[in-house]
């Protein structure tokens, strides 16, 4: 069986997305799910979208469609990906899962492909972000408001005879040429740090390829959210089982935002960001994300606050330690609605990010003009995040935004835990 994504709209309606990887030629590939005749199911009633090797779009009988897309991993290595909308009721839902259950378990039996093991966890951003004092080991006292959202990271992993890392997906050739593809790369300190934990001193050499669609450098804690892809993964290759403690701790050892991505939803995080205490959110938050061609360094940005504070005679060290938001973590578990949420939103860091590049301030100023509720820059930058009233009102406003020349991605939160794929 897939694992399955599942959201209801407001009318309720459900819509259902799974992905599979197959290691075999992409026209291969797409040549099977371009004929339906092959299936060993009921066929579509009709081709509605086609594009080779990148997409193809059907209808059925109960007015539902469904969208494949077809994404390369690395050389030889593709995911498909089944969006299935406009499912009316439980019964639907329940019989598109089936259906394409048995679809992708058919194709991939039929091009006699191998197993791989693939993990995806979620970016993030940060809704409330406030600066304590610097610390003598030369970090923050932070409080922050975590919130995963849904971009997910993939990494595939493959025993080899050497570390490498190889990077695909949207975001741009940019942002994939930043990836790390050395052992720099936090997915193979992910696995040293598993591997430490579990006693394994010369630990086996791993091929990870990243599927990312989260801006490098943005604040949104791609790097991260492949770091506890990479966790799940490398335990499952290396037949591994270890505790969620013990994974949360090889997770930390790697940097405050890592343990988050593998909790994903909503969480608070005291300390350095690392004491992590989950929050169960009853609503759904709809955002469009304006990533930038620069990314900006965290220490940087917390450089230059420190800066701005000593200008105007605080000393750094002698801030007042920071606090979590109660009015925001209440509004969250209470299903308070986005236009109650947006005044709540708060970032310490936005000033020193706006300071280092100030033309995130011009964006920051499309606000009224998009008619988004709030604009905020993300953790430390330069990701600008707009909230949006729901779902609908987000395409609308990332449509504005291009206009201004912007780019912008529509997304919502929160997202869930990080997990295994395949």
């Not at 990312?212 to 949104?220: C, E, I, R």
């Not at 966790?231 to 290396?238: C, D, F, G, M, P």
């Not at 708060?346 to 300071?355: G, I, P, Y």
């Amino acid at each position: 069986m897939q694992l399955w994504n599942v959201k209801t709209s407001k009318s309720g309606w459900f819509t259902a997305t799974t992905s599979r990887f197959f290691g075999a030629d992409l026209p291969r590939i797409f040549s099977m799910f371009n004929d339906p005749a092959s299936w060993p199911v009921e066929q579509p009633q009709r081709l509605i979208k086609t594009e080779t090797n990148i997409r193809l779009g059907y209808t059925f009988g109960n007015l539902s469609r469904v969208e494949l897309t077809f994404d390369s991993i690395r050389p030889g290595l593709y995911r498909v990906s089944v969006f299935h909308e406009h499912l009316h009721n439980s019964a639907e839902l329940a019989w598109a899962q089936t259906y394409w259950d048995t679809v992708l378990q058919n194709v991939f039996q039929r091009l006699l492909c191998e197993p791989v093991v693939a993990a995806t966890a979620f970016g993030k951003i940060n809704m409330f972000f406030r600066v304590g004092p610097l610390l003598e080991n030369g970090y923050h006292q932070v409080a922050s408001l975590y919130q995963s959202v849904d971009l997910a990271e993939t990494v595939v992993v493959e025993l080899d005879g050497e570390w490498s890392v190889s990077a695909a997906g949207p975001i741009g050739a940019d942002h994939l040429a930043a990836v790390p593809t050395d052992t720099s790369n936090l997915v193979v300190k992910a696995a040293k740090a598993l591997a430490k934990a579990a006693g394994i001193k010369k630990p086996i050499p791993l091929r990870f390829a990243l599927h990312k669609t989260v801006p490098v450098a943005g604040g949104m804690g791609g790097g991260s959210a492949d770091a506890a892809a990479a966790i799940l993964a490398v335990e499952k290759v290396w037949h591994l089982e270890l505790s969620k403690e013990v994974k949360l701790a090889a997770a930390a050892s790697l940097g405050a935002d890592v343990p988050f991505a593998l909790l994903g939803g909503s969480a608070s995080g005291l300390g350095v960001g690392d004491d992590l205490k989950s929050i169960k959110q009853t609503s759904e938050l709809n955002w469009v994300l304006v990533p930038s061609d620069f990314g900006l360094s965290t220490p940087a940005v917390f450089a230059e606050l420190d800066r701005i504070r000593t200008n105007r005679n605080q000393d750094p060290t002698k801030i007042k330690n920071a606090s979590m938001s109660a009015k925001l973590t209440t509004a969250l578990r209470a299903g308070a609605t986005a236009e109650e949420i947006a005044p709540l939103l708060h970032n310490d860091l936005q000033e020193a990010a706006v300071s280092l590049r100030p033309e995130l301030q011009q964006i920051l100023d499309l606000e009224q003009q998009v008619f988004a509720l709030r604009a905020i820059v993300s953790g430390s930058g330069p990701t600008i995040a707009f909230l949006a009233r729901d779902a609908n009102d987000a395409v609308t406003i990332a449509s504005r935004l291009r206009t201004y020349g912007q780019q912008a991605i529509v997304t919502s939160s929160p997202a869930g835990a990080a997990q295994l794929v395949n």
